[in-house]
């Protein structure tokens, strides 16, 4: 497997509505191929950021600063074979 990052991905919502005008759409793809089991995912920050805040308040990840305005946006994810999962390639 391959360790993948794709940035500007606000999965499960969508762009934010400042952003429209830009007229982005890789997360579309990005989430097609999460969906067939092509990639699995190991960190989303939007994910983390929006829907984990209280985790994040009492770990050590609290002290990380984060510029005024930024969007935490980035996928990490591991393109998967029929052999290799994220799961796996950690127990090594």
Known sequence: ???????DVFLPDGYPESWTWRGYGEQMMVAAWLASGGLEPVFA???VRTRMADAVAAGAARRI???AGALE???WAIKTTESTTASSITKN
Do not use: A, F, K, W
């Open 45 to 47: 920050s939007h994910y």
């Open 1 to 7: 497997g391959v360790l993948v990052h794709v940035h």
């Open 73 to 75: 946006s980035s996928l």
């Open 65 to 67: 600063p984060v510029r």
